[in-house]
């Protein structure tokens, strides 16, 4: 009798990033439009928060980061909804044997208040991630006056989430992914195709929000 290896342990990851502030620009972070009299810059929506979110899902499955993925460059994100690039990368991490367990993330935001808008915040980056709305943590903070940021000038996000193995079925058996990035190797070695480490195209250093 064949039995299936233990699953792997969880991993973590880290994201960051950070818009300047114009006027002109919708202020969008979560997926949800907050009233201001600026906006974030950015080649898509500017959404900071969820940005960081897709980094640091990216970055615990060991699949490179958004700029990789959604790069600047590509006039298809142009004003894309970051909501939208976040499912890609849930996705993306579907595929390699990963989905999210828990999200904690801190918007770092001197005007306007967010308070207000955190739990839907939350809402909807938890139904993006596919887990409940507990397990997903936003708090919003000021940097006290200081730096750019503290200034008014932009608005910078970070985020930390926890992924657990997603069973593969693969010929009614189950399969866990080796690590991070690695799941579907044998499966398609079986299947004598190769492993595209550059599917998503050129590593770039900035995401399409930038």
């Known amino acids: 009798m064949t039995t ?3 699953a792997p342990p969880p991993r973590a990851g880290t994201g960051y990033d ?5 006027p002109g620009r919708r202020l969008v972070l979560g997926g949800v439009e907050v009233p201001h009299d600026q906006g974030l810059l950015g ?6 928060l969820t940005h960081a979110v897709i980094d640091a899902l990216l970055g615990a499955c060991a699949l490179g ?11 298809a994100f142009r004003d894309a909804d970051s909501l939208g690039l976040l499912r890609t990368a849930v996705s ?12 904690d993330a801190t918007v770092v935001c001197e005007r306007p208040r967010l308070a207000p808008f955190l739990p839907a915040m939350r809402q909807r980056l938890a139904s ?11 708090k919003a903070k000021t940097n006290e006056g200081l ?23 693969t010929g009614g058996a189950t399969a866990w992914p ?9 499966e398609q070695a079986e299947a004598g195709g190769a492993v595209d480490e550059g599917r998503s195209g050129p590593g770039v250093a900035h995401s399409a929000g930038d």
């Open 43 to 48: 080649h898509s929506d500017g959404d900071a």
């Open 178 to 186: 080796s690590a991070p990035g690695e799941a579907g190797a044998t």
């Open 128 to 138: 993006t991630l596919g887990v409940a709305a507990g397990g997903v943590s936003v």
């Open 65 to 75: 980061d958004i700029g990789r993925h959604f790069p600047p460059s590509d006039p």
């Open 147 to 169: 730096d750019a940021v503290g200034r008014g000038e932009a608005v910078a996000a970070q985020a930390i989430i926890l992924i657990v193995a997603d069973i593969h079925r």
């Open 4 to 6: 299936a290896p233990p």
């Open 92 to 103: 993306l991490a579907r595929a390699a044997g990963w989905r999210a367990h828990n999200l």
């Open 18 to 22: 950070i818009h300047r502030l114009a």
